[in-house]
């Protein structure tokens, strides 16, 4: 599925009110392998504490798309937050003086939120401010239309720009603000009909169909239920007729008046890869500087490592004007052989700031200055975790000016709050930080701490740790470990299924391991590698003492529910796993066998043709071939567009009373829905505290639960029976 990078460490709660944020002070321990070292545990917790319970954590108010005026005095952002009793998240739009002087101002709501179609992921809504700096114009949904709004940045109100017949699919203002340029593809009556038409007519089955889901209003796109269709590589999904082309429209800012444009002229966009030179490799991104011309850019490492699917790393390059053919590269060590994720151009000068991510220190994220002009590069933000987002919003590049950065930054323990960070000297400013009561409970309960260890093999890992007390008696916890990425607050791992501080705090220590760096194109490399960096980090921790060895769970999302299910077959280190994707069925070919790019990729990334085919290679790498081997219950929370795929092995596993699944109708690959959330959140730590705990929840309504787990721990204790048997008499 879709493959994410990730960022974090965590900084000391001593510094988390201070206006400015001194170097972090660290406890280093570093030894061969299977070593570790830990980062900056917390201190200076409340004496009384609040639980962190998965509600709070689904309830943090969550903040992204920074946009500074352009006189550089406030910045304009938004918040989101869910609301479970409406199944929803309320967003709302801010505007704030940058000199922290007064709170954040409401100036409008900001909808509901625009997600991806085939992650749930929500995207990226900038604002744009005018000119003048009187107004921000912004994207938002209301009444099941995507419009570009308008809002007084002192507060005066808000109203829509465009009122299109289409929902509004990307806009651009004017330099002089008189303009505003939107466009729109199909309408949403003729959306509806084509969806009619097919419900009345049938519905040809071809490579565009989601046959793994339903075909008629299968998925939540754009906020109502709608039928979806494969639109490129991969799985990528969208509404019936989203390959309409864009039309370009002009609405006259004084007037309000709306004009088409020809498609002969569309509007001026940002640099693209048409506007460089022939010859020059694929940049990964692009910055134009606003005042010349000159462009930065991400170039593709020459040399790959070798197994490889791409390379690791990018090198920072500058063109001097568009058509140059040779690049200007950086030489100093941050900005070469390392992962870089985002480049932009300090207004009114020679600098070009970059983001780096650390996999040593847990994907911390740094910020640099390279000058261009003499060369040198000099540090802006050193962090101990996300300045771009969080966990949920985990690619917002902060908003830059002349003097001022301000960025969305959190850490695995401490959740999102908005910064304005000095660019000439580093020094760090809290504008807005919403979630301060939940930053404290967890910081007196169970905060993180970064591991580095090493398995046998000598290569490196790194991870996120959530240490619960100990079981009484001198018993250590039990644990529990997700998989692939641990970026920003950690509120449920890659997926954001797993709570882990509410975990932490009923008792069972949480991990989130970090995916090492780099896709080795060979499925069974890479998925042994996450069995051999849970296996090690288990002998590391309980070898200290710290976890109980024998009480282990898993769980991930994609590629952290494939290593689950990886690792239950070629280890008996877990007891009890947590899924919320699908592992290589037949099944699984089978609904997508008609897409040449699925069979394209699954050949390169899987190394898998059909079953009959690579039948050898299907017999080793899906679980399909494999239940005899997998011992530990399994509890499957998949969204329905997915699940029929993974009957192939989760039916078995139901028949044995190993294996409990539920289903969620309308969700993406991520759910985004509040209550699927909470339920999810719930049930694992139900689930969890059940197989690793014994403990039961005494609510009443968990009744059924609870007498269904308990059938299959004694479907489990007869298999466990017949196996001892069957090793005597041999």
Not at 109 to 133: F, H, K
Not at 449 to 477: S, V, Y
Not at 528 to 536: L, M, Y
Request: proline residues 7%.
């Amino acid at each position: 599925m879709k493959f994410f990078h990730s960022w974090l460490l965590r900084t000391m709660a001593a510094a988390r009110r201070c206006a400015d944020f001194p170097a972090v002070k660290r406890r280093v321990r570093w030894a061969p392998a299977l070593a570790v070292v830990a980062l900056g545990v917390a201190v200076g917790a409340p004496s009384r504490a609040e639980t962190v319970s998965p509600r709070r954590l689904l309830e943090v108010t969550d903040l992204g798309n920074p946009a500074i005026s352009p006189d550089g005095r406030y910045v304009a952002f938004r918040a989101e937050q869910a609301s479970i009793e409406r199944n929803t998240y309320d967003t709302t739009w801010y505007v704030q003086a940058l000199d922290g002087s007064s709170p954040p101002l409401r100036i409008a709501d900001g909808g509901v939120p625009l997600r991806e179609y085939v992650t749930g992921i929500v995207l990226p809504s900038p604002a744009l401010w005018s000119s003048d700096g009187k107004w921000i114009y912004y994207r938002a949904r209301h009444d099941d239309r995507v419009s570009v709004w308008r809002a007084a940045a002192d507060g005066a109100g808000a109203r829509e720009v465009t009122s299109d017949a289409a929902d509004v699919r990307d806009f651009v203002l004017s330099d002089d603000g008189r303009t505003l340029q939107y466009s729109v593809g199909a309408t949403r009556e003729e959306v509806a009909a084509a969806e009619t038409s097919e419900y009345d007519r049938g519905v040809r089955i071809d490579d565009s169909v989601v046959i793994a889901a339903g075909l008629f209003r299968s998925n939540r796109l754009g906020g109502r239920p709608a039928t979806q269709r494969f639109l490129g590589d991969w799985f990528s999904t969208g509404p019936l007729l989203a390959k309409a082309p864009d039309r370009w429209k002009a609405v006259d800012l004084a007037a309000m008046t709306t004009r088409d444009l020809p498609t002969s002229l569309p509007p001026a966009r940002p640099a693209a890869k048409v506007d460089l030179a022939p010859g020059l490799p694929e940049p990964a991104k692009l910055a134009r500087h606003p005042g010349d011309g000159r462009i930065a850019l991400l170039m593709p490492e020459e040399n790959k490592d070798k197994g490889q699917l791409q390379s690791l790393n990018v090198e920072l390059a500058m063109l001097p004007d568009p058509r140059a053919s040779r690049p200007i590269r950086c030489t100093a060590d941050p900005c070469r052989h390392e992962p870089i994720s985002d480049i932009q151009w300090r207004p009114g000068s020679d600098e070009v700031l970059f983001t780096v991510t650390e996999y040593a220190k847990g994907r911390a994220q740094s910020i640099h200055a390279w000058n261009v002009a003499t060369g040198a590069v000099r540090p802006v933000v050193l962090s101990d975790g996300l300045v771009s987002g969080s966990q949920r919003h985990w690619d917002i590049p902060c908003a830059l000016s002349s003097a001022t950065l301000v960025c969305v930054a959190a850490e695995a323990d401490r959740p999102p709050r908005l910064e304005a960070i000095d660019v000439a000297s580093g020094r760090r400013r809290i504008l807005f930080e919403p979630n301060q009561g939940l930053e404290a409970d967890i910081a007196a309960t169970a905060p993180a701490e970064l591991l580095r260890w090493q398995d046998e093999q000598g290569r490196e890992f790194t991870g996120q740790f959530f240490g619960a007390r100990a079981a009484g008696a001198g018993k250590p916890p039990p644990l529990f470990v997700t998989f692939y990425n641990c970026y920003g607050f950690l509120r449920g791992g890659m997926g954001d299924e797993w709570p882990l501080g509410s975990l932490a705090g009923q008792g069972i220590s949480a991990l989130c391991i970090n995916t090492a760096p780099g896709y080795s194109v060979d499925y069974v490399a890479r998925h042994d590698q996450a069995r051999a960096a849970v296996e090690s980090v288990v002998e590391l921790l309980s070898g200290e003492g710290r976890v109980d060895r024998s009480h282990v769970g898993m769980g991930g999302l994609s590629y952290g529910s494939e290593a689950t299910l990886w690792t239950l077959m070629h280890s008996d280190v877990v007891s009890a796993a947590s899924v919320s994707s699908i592992s290589p069925t037949p099944t699984y070919y089978l609904f997508n066998s008609l897409r040449d790019a699925f069979r394209a990729n699954l050949r390169q990334l899987w190394q898998l043709g059909a079953p009959e085919e690579t039948p050898e290679r299907w017999r080793e790498i899906s679980p399909v071939y494999h239940l005899d081997a997998i011992k530990a219950p399994i509890l499957f929370q998949v969204p329905e567009q997915e699940y029929r795929m993974a009957l192939d092995y989760a039916l078995p596993l139901v028949r044995r009373q190993q294996a409990d699944i539920y289903a969620f109708p309308e969700e993406a690959h991520i759910k985004f829905q509040p209550r699927h959330k909470l339920a999810v959140y719930e049930r694992n730590v139900d689930w969890f505290r059940y197989w690793l705990q014994r403990v039961e929840d005494p609510d009443p309504q968990k009744a059924e639960q609870y007498a269904h787990w308990r059938a299959m721990r004694d479907a489990q204790a007869v298999r466990q029976a017949g196996t001892a048997r069957g090793k005597a008499a041999r």
